[in-house]
């Protein structure tokens, strides 16, 4: 699967490798395009993920701010209800397409 904004692939890999939670695909780090990904400071904390990192994304002309994510930490908790260690996975907001 692709995650993809215009001709940019911000994240590629094989659907086994990605997890679902909440209707969000997230990718894993080693398969995402960071060169495209900056971190933003806007502060979030999921009640049961725990700290989020937002991430801007940049693909050439166009700026999303805050429209990738990921949690470099989750609550212990969290790994256990979705089933899968998901640290540092990236999921991105619908301006960005996932498709197969």
Known sequence: MKAVL???ILAEADRDDLISIEGNWYFPPSSVNFEHLVSSPTPYACAWKGACQYLTVNAGEVVLKDRAWS???????SIE?????FSG???FWKEVSVIE
């Open 89 to 91: 996975y990236v999921a």
């Open 6 to 8: 215009g001709d940019t």
């Open 71 to 77: 949690y470099p930490d989750p609550l212990p908790g």
């Open 81 to 85: 209800r979705v089933g899968r260690d």
